[in-house]
């Protein structure tokens, strides 16, 4: 057999069954309007140029870290890159279930982060003091000139937000509601009334 046939089988059984796989992760970490067609393709190309292509059995893998080299590339020429996109990139990397659970966890961060972006002033402060900087609610009170019981009921309130959110948002995901983005009790600019 000729070596562009050892090439092609080569090429047919290790690269091309794992075009979808990469197509979808790519899919799920590149920026809008990024043309993936292109890079999947160009990935392709490069794994089949590849000069010791026999030495190349792990297939998945090695289409994985073409495309993400390439959108490394791709990327450096066109714009600056945000760091959530970086950390996303290293999804390309891995080629375990371990991968979908990280995509989940930072949708989920972001998701819970245009959550806090949205909660009224005075208990975003406080939730980001308490969750994320870890300050007690007396360090809070003080850096906030308020007495404690107000920086309690801010973030009661906050995290009564939260879950009120996540739970409308866990109803979405079953299909018994259809809320287009985060929605909080009380937003009045949603058209809603104020619940108390």
Not at 69 to 82: G, K, P, Y
Request: glycine share 4%; net charge positive; with cysteine.
């Amino acid at each position: 057999m000729s070596e562009l046939l050892v090439r092609l089988e080569w090429f047919k059984a290790v690269i091309l069954p794992h075009e979808a796989a990469v197509r979808a992760r790519l899919r799920r970490i590149c920026p809008a309007g990024f043309d993936v067609e292109n890079l999947v393709a160009e990935s392709l190309a490069r794994a089949y140029q590849v000069q010791d292509f026999a030495r190349v059995t792990a297939g998945r893998a090695y289409l994985m870290t073409v495309a993400r080299n390439l959108l490394i590339d791709a990327l450096r020429r066109e714009t600056i890159v945000s760091l959530d996109f970086v950390a996303d990139l290293d999804v390309l990397r891995s080629d375990d279930a371990a991968v979908e659970r990280q995509i989940q966890a930072r949708d989920e961060l972001r998701w819970l982060q245009r959550l806090v972006d949205r909660l009224p002033p005075q208990p975003r402060k406080v939730f980001l003091l308490r969750r994320v900087h870890d300050l007690s609610l007396a360090a809070i009170a003080v850096q906030m000139s308020l007495s404690v019981s107000t920086v309690e009921k801010h973030l009661v309130k906050a995290l009564k937000l939260v879950a009120q959110a996540r739970a409308e948002r866990e109803d979405d995901e079953f299909g018994r509601t259809a809320p287009q983005d985060v929605r909080l009790a009380g937003d009045r600019r949603s058209g809603g009334r104020l619940r108390r």
